[in-house]
């Protein structure tokens, strides 16, 4: 792709536009790994189980697998976006890197900053997700089942502020040694998790597969009690369960819950720089994630609703998310598929894969944050010393501790019970980031038309004479409004948004505006150097 034309500004101007000739990163990451990198970031285990302990129970009556699938055809559209970006400016954050040099670079940059930010703590809440919910529900179930209260034990320590910190602060550290080990060996660590992921899956298609189609009452109620499985959907009507079989209704709940089940697709563009042949790479990494994983969570409500009626799993489901008291809720794929097969040795398997995957979706968003951070401190907006690479391990590993420090944050708070890095919330405030980048993209075609004709084919693809990427990119911006309209028409599905999530959103976005500014201000008042004169060039390979 052509460079954008910089302004003569002498030789010592031009050395300094970056802090270094070359990236140092290195192109390593195939289609199959960027695949894997969707899939863990999405995740088989946490995601696996939303479809069943949450959206039955905020939508009762929709379609497990309509609001699957819708969300799977909308999110198509979104990843090729995203994959064109990263086709565009194949560099570490490829959409911060073109919605700077295309649209506005304090606006990108306090888009991204406010991505990174909250992707960190997130990435925080998800470890804290390991002792607050994986953990348990693995415990329980062989608790329950095995009736070893030592485990049930265990679980309930786990979900306290100790055990959420211990645990998770252990998980923490985990992730940041392996997240400084060099690219390949990260990638050989996800690929271990994918294939114990698929191993857990089917362990749990066998458990529902080979039921009889009966055998589903008896199960739960010799595990849960007498006359239990009976009285369920009832008991949730009683506590308010209002079942709505609408398709409009199962529509919606596609659109506004499928991003959030199917978040992380598009990853590989934030490192663009470290995937080789980004044109083809992106698209297919992006688009296989999204359609296994739906395939997998598909089968398995498929499976599920051969032995279990729709309604009956919407109101566990609803009960547990509504905070029943009256007795346990287990709303998990994983313990109606254990009470159906009680084997120890299977259920272990699945707990050590589900463990094992759900730090792999954590190092998912260490990767792609220490790669956006790298950006900025290549464009010299943060300290130079961030983007500086270990010689031997080739890893980013000060931008890496950054995101950790940032993610122990994260867990402290998900400890304390706070919602600042609530996952909903989350999803509300990345749809908010991704305007910036999202809009670049549709209107790169016109706003840069040379460097547009020197793009990639798959980036100059065209309908008659309208591009491809403006159709692609104002669906994808519907998508995005859509859902943040929704954030506010559906409260109980966009995480109850409020005064204090908007003023949170846009203390960040200022803190952004003020980082790029005086970063501005300081190279210009100890160097001579406009940072405007960076943004008029495409960083270095």
Known sequence: MADIVIPSAGAEADRKLYARKSSGLVRTIGVFGAMVFGVHCISLSSSGLIPFSWVAGVWPGSSIIGVLTVAMFFCLFHAYTYATIGATMPRSAADYTLGSRVLSAPLAFAASWTLVIFSAMVAGSLIAWIPKTGLPVMTRTMGIIMNNPSMLAFADW?????????????????????????????????????????????????????????????????????????????LAKANGMITNPNVAIMTLAGLIMGFWIFYGYYIPTFFAGEVKQAESTLLAGSWSSLLVTWAIFVLAAILLQRLVPLEWIAAESYLSNTGYSGGPTMPWITFYAAILKPSF????????????????????????????????????????????????????????????????????????????????????????????????????????????????????????????????????????????????????????????????????????????????????????????????SVPPV
Not at 162 to 167: R, Y
Not at 465 to 487: D, E, F, N, R
Not at 508 to 522: H, Q
Request: with cysteine; glycine share 8%; aromatic share 14%.
């Open 158 to 234: 786990s979900v306290t502020s100790t055990g959420i910190i211990l645990i998770g602060s252990i998980c923490t550290v985990i992730t940041f040694f392996t997240m400084i080990l060099p690219t390949r060996t990260i990638v050989r660590i996800l690929e271990v998790g994918f294939i114990l992921g698929l191993i857990a899956w089917a362990i749990l298609y066998f458990q529902l597969g080979t039921a009889a189609k009966d055998a589903f009452p008896v199960a739960w109620d010799k595990f849960m009690g007498a006359g239990s499985y009976e009285g369920r959907i009832a």
């Open 345 to 536: 040795i299977l259920i272990l398997i699945v707990a050590i894969a589900w463990v094992y995957t759900l730090i792999n979706l954590a190092q998912t968003y260490f990767f792609y944050c220490s790669r956006i951070i790298f950006a900025w401190s290549f464009d010299r907006l943060v300290p130079e010393a961030v983007c500086w690479i270990h010689p031997k391990l080739h890893s980013p590993i000060w931008a890496i501790l950054i995101i950790t420090i940032i993610a122990e944050v994260g867990v402290i708070d998900a400890a304390l019970g706070s919602v600042m890095g609530a996952q909903l919330n989350f999803v509300f405030f990345a749809v908010w980031t991704q305007l910036v980048p999202v809009l670049a993209m549709t209107l790169f075609p016109f706003l840069k038309p040379d460097l547009f004709e020197n793009a990639s084919a798959m980036v100059r693809r065209k309908i008659g004479k309208v591009p491809v990427i403006t159709i692609v990119g104002g669906i994808t911006l519907t998508y995005l409004v859509w859902m943040i309209i929704a954030s506010f028409l559906y409260p109980a599905v966009g995480g109850r948004i409020g005064v204090s999530n908007l003023l949170v959103l846009a203390g960040f976005f200022v803190s952004g505006f003020i980082v790029f500014y005086v970063a501005r201000s300081v190279r210009m008042s100890r160097e001579g150097i406009d940072l405007n004169w960076t943004f008029k």
